[in-house]
């Protein structure tokens, strides 16, 4: 025969637990706890009740309000309730032993409960109450793990020098992964170069409507949160009362934001923020997951400014082609790696004729803007694989690699001294120059790079001697056995 | 002339509830008639539809739109019908709702499987269109679909307790190849149809059923997904058919085994009784698994049932006394009973011819329809309405 009396309530006790237990997240399970505690107390109604609110019920039409009347119901079994549609019930409530005092609250129309019923309430709100906390425990650690998962990621991509602002997307992507939900807003303002008063969007995640909401630009005296945290370089976190008028209006359906500063070489460049419309549980702990991300913002900057400065250092500034000392960097570099016998290596060394005029008739800027063109039709006239550098003044340098010869050196040569030939529009009028280049190939020995760039100055002067607009191919004796190649 | 028909008048002019059928074999034929016989009042307001899944759903869609145009319309196949004249197979059977003391609105969700939960939320929506003092959803749903107890949570958390629940998985006469439903214009194959139901007098909702548990319990020790797969960590299969003493040739032979379980179920304990749950139509003979019907938690306990021609008849009196209770002692305008197909198995035709004239013995003049269902929906209480081998009847007063 099927059981009754107690043996009934362990029963259903059991079925909870089995239910229960097997649910992956806070939600699943509460939704199946009150369900199954109201189908074992063949109950209409049931609610978890947290911190004076019902959080979740079954039973209820969809868009009512009358669940609220579960939450005013005390711990206990001796209590009727009046509910719309149903009519008089009794109703319990046990709690689940959490710190946020929540219950489990039941109301059926009909009797009240039995003792044994009310135990089999308690019983179940404390297998709830336990089975929230292991979840909430499990998904600490699923957080943590993905927040040392995602610092990885970021840190790999610094190392490996992806684009600073696919780092700064994959920082927000992270937080919001970490710390948020899928609707949550995260941003990363800086400081604006050229106008140090205002903030830009770097880089933000979010849904279509919150990305619309934050503004790309905003001064930071108007940027609420955003705004203390560059000013005071400190943390901010707050609930829905916004300091600031201007953030209160950014972010009226949000139930708060945390923002941390960023730094880069020491100074504060903007700040990371995190807007939010759950109540988050550990304020303390996200605080410092966002400043671990803010940190790894502070690294890619500040990376991303060291390598603009090497790049500055290492390349010439007005043409952005290799600097003379990039250049015999990489020269040296390929002549230590090429085998002995192979003929693989050609150097252009280019002087334009007729620069200082063009210069003492347009000016320094048509002069600037002449350099350059003459780089820009260098860099058009050989391969990718090729290293085009300016040593300064009118002399520019290329480093032709792999299996070159004679011939398709003087091709290019040909090509280049054919290019510059050609008319350049400057402020003022349009320029005509020529350009001399001497040659120097590494035809099995062993060179620096120093030598080989004397050899190429010997022949480029030895190309100008015999006329503009040539180029000469250095050999052994230069005295002697200098062969002229007319342009 | 083929069809036969009943009709009854409740408060004059107010509401009235008409049953017709017909067994013509062409389905647009059967469905004219069958409408017709029906509407034996004005202002109709909603046409239920169960007819065998012999009958062309679009076929029958168009005689109905031909003999009452512009009428709401839900339905559903069945594995019988139950009608004037008592229950049959291969008939349309109407049932016309009308009256100015009625409103109703439907809905109709497609695509089931996977999405019981939205689909029964979906179908609830049409309640909030129904303002009346009294009111019943009645939802028809693919009976091949598993996990229905899903889609009658969905439903509840729509309307919640506020609304009864009322109505009967589609049947495809034991064929298990596909059921339909039929809303409006619009045929489902694997959805769930449904009505609300508004009145100005009372509705009941009643069940059921003639089984009562056997022996010691067993422990659901694994399942899932309306299956169980291990009792008391053996087989299920095997344990189930040790424990009703089944013999030899019944545990390898799929058509044998059938036959042996299906007038052998399982309860769960509730509170106020045990339910019913129907493990025989799906029964894995090489995985030793059993499933089919409702859902049997994973760590609960399970009883083997027994029932008779006597006590699954007496359900009839048990589930009409629930319906009947909210009427406040006044008869019903007419009925809807829904059976379970496996009962129908149990009974045989001798029996459920039985169970058609306690039934005519309930109504006592009043009109009533149904169809043998693949499962039965009936709450009036708790949160809980899906059934298995059981009666289910709705009362309209």
Not at chain 2, 216 to 229: A, D, F, N, W
Request: glycine share 12%; charged share 20%; proline share 4%.
């Amino acid at each position: 025969m099927a059981g009754s009396g107690s043996s009934f309530e362990a029963q259903q006790l059991v079925e909870l637990l089995s239910v229960v237990s097997s649910s992956q997240d806070e939600e699943t399970a509460t939704q199946a706890a009150i369900e199954r505690a109201a189908q074992a107390l063949e109950a209409e109604t049931s609610a978890l009740v947290v911190a004076g609110r019902a959080v979740r019920s079954v039973g209820f039409p969809a868009g009512s309000n009358d669940h609220d009347l579960l939450a005013t119901v005390g711990l206990g079994r001796h209590v009727r309730l009046d509910i719309s549609g149903i009519g008089s019930c009794a109703a319990a409530a046990a709690a689940l032993g959490d710190r946020d005092e929540s219950r489990l609250v039941i109301a059926r129309r009909g009797a009240d409960f039995s003792v044994e019923e009310h135990n089999l309430i308690r019983g179940m709100a404390r297998v709830l109450g336990l089975t929230l906390q292991m979840l909430r425990t499990l998904d600490a650690e699923r957080r943590r793990q993905r927040h040392m998962e995602q610092l990885y990621r970021i840190q790999r991509a610094i190392s490996r020098r992806v684009p600073l602002s696919d780092v700064l997307g994959m920082i927000v992507d992270g937080v919001r992964d970490v710390l948020g939900a899928e609707d949550d807003f995260v941003g990363l303002w800086l400081i604006d170069p050229m106008e140090p008063g205002l903030l830009t969007l770097a880089a933000s995640v979010g849904s279509s409507a919150a990305q619309e909401r934050w503004p790309r630009r905003l001064p930071i005296a108007d940027a609420g949160a955003m705004g203390r945290v560059v000013q005071t370089d400190e943390v901010v976190h707050h609930g829905a009362q916004a300091p600031g008028a201007a953030l209160a209006r950014l972010m009226p359906n949000d139930t708060g934001c945390l923002a941390v500063p960023v730094h880069e070489n020491g100074q504060v460049a903007g700040g990371l923020l995190i807007s939010r419309r759950e109540d988050q549980p550990s304020p303390k702990a996200d605080q410092e997951k966002m400043l671990s991300f803010a940190e790894h913002v502070s690294l890619a900057l500040t990376d991303a400014r060291t390598l603009s400065d090497m790049n500055e250092a290492m390349h010439d500034s007005l043409t952005g082609l290799a600097s003379r000392a990039l250049f015999l960097d990489r020269l040296s570099n390929e002549l230590a790696h090429m085998d002995r016998g192979d003929t693989a290596l050609a150097l252009l060394f280019i002087d334009l004729d007729r620069f200082k005029q063009v210069n003492d008739t347009f000016g320094h800027n048509a002069g600037d803007v002449l350099l350059v063109g003459v780089a820009e039709r260098i860099q058009a006239a050989i391969r990718a694989c090729d290293v085009a550098a300016r040593f300064g003044g009118d002399e520019f340098a290329v480093m032709l690699r792999g299996a070159v010869s004679v011939e398709n050196t003087r091709d290019v040569s040909a090509r280049i001294i054919a290019s510059l030939h050609q008319p350049f529009p400057v402020p003022g009028g349009t320029a005509d120059i020529d350009a001399s280049i001497g040659i120097a190939l590494v035809e099995g020995e062993r060179v620096e790079a120093e030598q080989l760039l004397h050899r190429a100055d010997v022949a480029m002067y030895q190309a100008k001697r015999t006329g503009r607009g040539r180029s000469v191919l250095f050999c052994a004796d230069p005295i002697s056995e200098l062969r002229m190649t007319g342009a | 002339m083929s069809g036969e028909a009943s009709a009854v008048l409740g408060e004059p002019g107010r509401r009235w509830m008409g049953v017709g059928r017909s067994d013509a074999e062409d389905s647009r034929t059967a469905a004219i008639e069958a409408v017709r016989q029906a509407m034996r009042g004005d202002d109709v307001k909603v046409l239920l539809v169960f007819a065998s899944v012999t009958h062309d759903a679009k076929s029958l869609l168009e005689g109905i739109s031909e003999a009452a145009p512009g009428v709401a319309v839900i339905g559903c196949s069945t594995h019988g019908e139950i009608g004037p004249g008592g229950p049959r197979d291969g008939t349309v059977v109407v049932t016309a709702i009308g009256g100015s003391g009625f409103s109703v609105e439907t809905a109709a969700s497609d695509g089931l499987n996977g999405r019981q939960r939205e689909a029964g939320a979906e179908v609830a929506q049409c309640a909030a269109g129904v303002a009346r003092p009294y009111r019943v959803l009645m939802m028809l749903t693919d009976g091949l679909a598993r996990d229905q107890e899903t889609v009658l949570r969905g439903a509840y958390g729509v309307v919640g307790a506020t609304v009864p629940l009322f109505g009967g998985a589609a049947g495809d006469g034991w064929r298990m190849t596909g059921t339909f439903q039929l809303h409006g214009q619009d045929v489902l194959t694997n959805g769930v149809v449904a009505v609300c139901i508004g009145s100005d007098a009372p509705m009941g909702v009643g069940i059921g059923h003639g089984w009562r548990p056997t022996g010691e319990p067993m422990i659901v020790t694994l399942s899932g997904e309306g299956r169980v797969y291990q009792l008391d960590d053996q087989p299920a299969l095997d344990v189930y058919l040790c424990r009703l003493g089944a013999p030899p040739e019944v545990y390898h032979d799929q058509m044998a085994l059938s036959r042996y379980v299906l007038n052998r179920p399982l309860g769960v304990q509730r509170r106020s009784g045990v339910e019913v749950r129907n493990m025989s139509t799906e029964v894995d003979v090489d995985g030793r698994s059993i499933g089919g019907g409702g859902e049997l938690v994973q760590g609960g306990l399970t009883w083997a049932m027994e029932g008779d021609e006597d006590s699954v008849l007496d359900a009839v009196e048990t589930a009409c006394r629930d319906a009947f209770a909210p009427l406040q002692g006044r008869p019903p305008i007419g009925m809807v009973t829904l059976s379970c197909a496996a009962c129908r198995a149990v009974l045989g035709d001798e029996g459920i011819v039985h169970e058609g004239e306690r039934l005519a013995q309930q109504a006592d003049g009043v009109p009533f329809a149904g169809f043998y269902t693949y499962g039965e929906i009936a709450r009036s209480r708790g949160i809980d309405g899906f059934h298995n081998q059981s009666l289910v009847v709705l009362a309209l007063g």
